[in-house]
Structure formats: C-alpha cells, structure tokens
C-alpha cells in the first residue's frame, strides 16, 4: 500500500509559496503549523516554536487568545458577514468607525475598509486620484515614498514599496518616486552627525519635489519605523523636517502604520512616538490581531472633508471590496483594539521594551560580529557585520541572515532574516521569562552561524 505522503512534500506539491526561499524550503522542508499558544506555534510533528515574528507582525495577543475568539464566535452567530456598498453597512463597522476615529490623532476623520495592507495603501492613493482630478488637478498622481520602504504587493503598492525585488514586475509603475531612507547607520556620510543626515535628507526631498514640480505630486507615504524594509526608526527629527517641507508644497503625509500601529512602538500609534501627526493613516495587521484580514484607511479632517465634497459633486465613490468593513472582521477589530489598548498589551510592550533593548544589546557586545542594534517597543533588529568597526557586511554569498534564522528554526525559535539583520518583534503577550528564552536561542544560534562564517 503506497505510503501517505508527509505533511511537507503535500505542502510542496500543491501549493505556491510567496516570499519563500524555495532551495531552503526543498532541503529543509515547510513547517506545517496546527495550532498555538500565547506566543507558540506547534507544527505537525508537534514541535513547539516561540514566533518572536508575531507571524508577521500581526497576532499581537498571541495565537489563542480566548477573548478574541469569543468575540468572532459570537458574531458569527449573530450575523455572519455583510458589505458596506449602496447605503448599507452593519452596525458593528459602524462602532469601529467611531472608535478608530477616537483613538485616531485625528480630532475627527471618517474611515475606509479594506482586506489587507496593500489594499489600504491602494485604496489612498486612489483617493488621492479622485481628489486631484475632481479639484482640477489631475496631473496631481506621482506619489512619493522611501527606500527600503514595505508598503504591499498589489500592483500600486508594490510600486511604492522601495525594494528592488519588485523588478522581476516591471515595478514601480510610472510616477512612483523613492527618496532616500532615514537609516543614519548605513547612510549617513563620514563626519556627518546623525541632525546633518537628517537635514540632508529634507533637502534632497525638496530637491525631487522642485524637480518633479509640487503640483504633479499627490502624497508622501511613510512608515514611522520601516518594518519589513529592516526596522529602521527614523533619524533624529526626522519626520518634523520632512513634514516641514511637505506642508510648504501642500503635499500630504500618510503614515502607512500598518505594523506600527496598535500598540507595537509602545503607543497606539508609531507617530505618537514620533511626535507628528500626519494626513491620514493605513492600518491593518494588528487592527484585528491579526485575526481577520482587514486594512482601514483613516482619513484627518482635511481630507475627509476635501473628499466628502469631491464625492458630493460626482454622487459616490466607486472604489470597495466585496468585505471591506465585513461585520465579523469590524467585531473582532473592536475587541483587539480593546485588548491592546485596555487589557495591558500596549503597556506590556511599554514596560518590557526597555528589557529587550537591554537584552539584545548585551548580545551585540558579547558578539564580534553585530554592527548595530536598532528599533523601538517590541520591534528590533541586530545587523550581522564581517567588520562592525567598518560596517563591511558578510559576502552576501554566505546567506549570513539566513543560516541565523535557520538555526534559530531548528532550536525553536522563529525569527526573520531581512537583509544582514535578523529581526524581533514579538507578541505583545511575551513575557519575561518567554524573552529570555528567545535571548538564549538567539545568542546560541548567532555564536554557531557566526563560527562558521567568520
Ligand atoms: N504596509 C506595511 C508597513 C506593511 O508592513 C505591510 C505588510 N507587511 C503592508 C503595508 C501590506 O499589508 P498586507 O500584507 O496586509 O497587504
């Protein structure tokens, strides 16, 4: 009788991956996961991992949260799933437009739905379309991001996403400009201090503004802190430069906070932490805890009042998704907005950042081989280095970030390579004994990958 094939040859034989490196994937295998707890992942071997990816940046209060999953059950109980097109929209959207808009920065707003990230990102810059061609502007489309910058997949925000992957595409569509990133470590010049940087980065952004003419350019997206570009925070004083100039061309600031907001810097929002206060916001991912795909788009005053009378003068918006504000997804946002805000996750994040940075930072300096550690809250990154006294990374051939990871798998741990650095960002259910072990296997992992390469 012919065997039953293993879980991971079914999974290689059936299913296209998405960002997966497929030579690894064939030798080492897929990791099939059945279920977890807190902050654990298990996989059909029954091998327990502790997800300090918060599988990607989303499942904040962990992969079993009780009360989370009460409040999906009881609305699926109570009405399953609905639209928000043609004048309807379930009660349950409606309660989270109000509460989005009350814990936005916003003094008022109006809010957007959406399935995912990227389609948030999209959903703005069409509104930003609408708004240039109904204000008599409709050379008003470029759109404006960084370097290193992760903004989605569709069509249009892999365009804004400042990654060169997205050449194999024939990406970035045109009138998709990237500036540079605000990551002072890597880029910063010989002799210049980390404010010079910064102001040279909002010169060389005023540059391409007057070089491409401030009245063909539609809006700036921006993360607070990079995610999967690296977690890169910003340079000192960054976002107050760049917002200065952006607001003398009448150019609006979106902070796309789709891993930053809810609770991840420390504060509902990344640019509270950063102290600005921008146009409009993208979120999703821990919108719901990563409990329901949905992205939201939360529009200041100005814009949603430009809007309201750009959409007045042409009858409606012709722009949703057969889900976009789906009851289901807006109950579930609603109680995950509770549990970080109300339950003790955000402060949890607050109270324990200080002990991861102090973690990981005595890991660098117990390392030869770490240039930097760098991030905010509960996201970090530790950047691999041949020479940190130089900077010079390790041959790209050696797959550095890669092996670290690989090894951090096979010990249990889950962790992300992304460039040279491997990146941390946790659950903010973590606790303390849970982040040692995560220091523990992570430090083993680094002192066996680093032996063999250096
Ligand atoms: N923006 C940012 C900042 C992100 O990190 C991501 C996802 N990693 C996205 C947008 C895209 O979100 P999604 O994968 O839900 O489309």
């Not at 703005?124 to 008599?136: I, P």
């Not at 002799?191 to 503004?209: D, Y």
Request: net charge negative; aromatic share 10%; proline share 6%.
């Amino acid at each position: 009788m012919a065997q039953p094939q293993s879980w991971e040859k079914r999974a290689e034989e059936y299913s296209f991956y998405g960002f997966t490196d497929l030579p690894s994937v064939h030798q080492r295998g897929t990791v099939v996961v059945t279920h977890g707890e807190g902050p654990y992942i298990f996989d059909t071997n029954g091998k327990r991992y502790l997800d300090a990816n918060s599988g990607l940046w989303n499942m904040v209060a962990g992969f079993d949260h009780q009360g989370l999953i009460e409040a999906a059950k009881a609305q699926y109980d109570r009405f399953p799933g609905y639209h928000a097109f043609f004048g309807r929209m379930s009660d349950q959207t409606v309660m989270l437009s109000e509460k989005l808009i009350e814990v936005s920065p916003f003094e008022r707003g109006k809010v957007f739905y959406t399935n995912s990230g990227s389609e948030a990102n999209d959903t703005m810059v069409k509104m930003l379309w609408f708004l240039g061609g109904s204000e008599g502007q409709p050379q008003k489309r470029k759109i404006l991001t960084r370097w290193n910058s992760y903004h989605g997949v569709t069509a249009v925000s892999a365009s804004m996403t400042g990654k060169p992957y997205n050449e194999v595409f024939g990406l970035p569509l045109d009138g998709f400009i990237h500036v540079g990133s605000p990551h002072y470590w890597r880029f910063g010049e010989e002799g210049e201090t980390e404010e010079q940087f910064t102001a040279r980065l909002a010169r060389e952004l005023e540059e391409v503004i007057t070089r491409e003419g401030a009245d063909t350019i539609a809006g700036f997206f921006a993360e607070p802190v990079i995610g999967a570009g690296g977690v890169i925070p910003p340079s000192k004083g960054y976002f107050q430069a760049i917002q200065k100039v952006l607001k003398k061309h009448g150019i609006p600031l979106i902070a796309d906070e789709v891993i930053c907001g809810f609770g991840r810097t420390g504060n509902t929002w990344g640019c509270q932490t950063y102290d600005f206060i921008p146009d409009a916001i993208i979120s999703s991912k821990n919108l719901t805890a990563g409990m329901f795909p949905m992205g939201a788009v939360i529009l200041g005053p100005e814009l949603a009042d430009r809007l309201d009378a750009a959409v007045e003068a042409i009858e409606e918006f012709p722009h949703g998704f057969t889900a976009s504000g789906h009851p289901v997804g807006s109950a579930i946002a609603l109680k995950a907005i509770d549990v970080v805000m109300n339950e003790g996750l955000a402060d949890n994040v607050k109270r324990l950042a200080p002990r991861m940075e102090q973690g990981l930072r005595e890991i660098m300096e117990r390392s030869n081989h770490i240039g930097e550690l760098r991030g905010v809250g509960y996201m970090w990154a530790l950047e691999a280095c041949l020479d940190p006294a130089t900077k010079t990374p390790f041959d790209g051939d050696l797959s550095v970030s890669e092996r670290i990871a690989n090894t951090c798998t096979d010990m249990g741990l889950i962790c992300r390579p992304l460039g040279q650095s491997i990146v941390l960002c946790p659950p903010f259910v973590l606790t303390e004994p849970q982040m040692d072990e995560m220091f523990d296997k992570l430090e083993q992992a680094l002192n066996k990958v680093f032996a063999e390469v250096a």
